[in-house]
């Protein structure tokens, strides 16, 4: 049975936006999970709102999906999931920023770089972890001139 | 670009609120004392370049499936 475009609309939560994307093709986005940047990722200026995406239901692997970039998508998980002795300082700045004034709000993710057809050689991104806010939907990597980060720290 | 020479001691000021002064010149080396209002990021050249270099290539790698990633990681956990 044809579905009337009443009906499809009735379906859609209120808020859900269509995103075109490489990966996942056209994707529902509910408006209120978008996380939007405070400043962009170096690289890639023309994104400023993202959506995550679990890899799949209990998995620690998420995807970054840009709404603005169809192709770009970075794989993330949560830093403490990778390595609980991995505490960058975050500047006062950036917390203000990105709105936080608890602690708990804070949440770090790390961009994973995987070769293609090699992925125990992967490499998250200490030196450039992305600080969200989640509950405020606010998000921004924090580049860590000082210390001693690697930006290829091999997870293997 | 604009090319500006400065002594020892000398400044610049940009837009009113940021002053870059030459504290020191000496080797080949030039020691700067950098004064701006704290929503100003300040980040040498190379560490900017390297961060946008590793999202450039973290986004052209990135696979179209990770569940072989969630195998290797649920080994790795069971080791540790």
Redesign the interface.
């Known amino acids: 049975m044809a579905t009337s475009p009443e009906t499809r609309e009735k379906r859609n939560s209120a808020n859900d936006i269509a995103v075109q994307t490489s ?1 996942f093709g056209e994707i529902k986005v509910d408006s209120e999970l978008i996380i939007r940047m405070t ?1 962009p ?4 200026p023309e994104s400023s709102r993202f959506i995550i995406i679990p ?1 799949k239901k209990g ?3 998420m995807w970054l999906q840009s709404l603005e970039n169809p ?5 993330v998980i949560q830093a403490d999931h990778l390595n609980p002795d991995y505490t960058p300082d975050v500047p006062d ?1 950036i917390k203000k ?1 990105l709105e936080i004034d608890q602690e708990n709000q804070l949440e770090i993710l790390l ?6 057809g090699r ?2 050689e ?1 490499t998250a ?1 200490l ?2 972890p992305v600080i969200i806010n989640s509950g405020r939907r606010l998000a921004r ?1 924090l ?1 860590l ?1 000082r210390g001693d980060f690697d ?2 720290w091999p ?2 | 670009m604009l090319i500006l020479s400065r002594k020892e001691g000398e400044a610049l000021i940009i837009n009113d609120n940021i002053s870059i002064k030459i504290l020191e010149s000496k080797n080949g080396q030039v020691k700067l004392g950098l004064e701006a209002p ?2 100003v ?1 300040i ?2 050249e190379e ?2 370049r ?10 052209q ?4 499936d ?5 195998e ?2 649920k080994e ?1 956990k069971t080791e540790d």
């Open positions: 990966r400043a990722f170096p690289g890639f890899h998995s620690a692997f192709d770009l998508a970075f794989v700045l920023e961009i994973l770089t995987i070769p293609p992925p125990k992967m991104n030196m450039g990597q580049i001139d930006p290829c997870v293997f | 704290a929503d990021e980040l040498r560490v900017y390297r961060i946008l270099e590793e999202n450039k290539k973290a986004a790698e990135s696979p179209d990770l569940s072989a990633l969630e290797i990681l790795k």
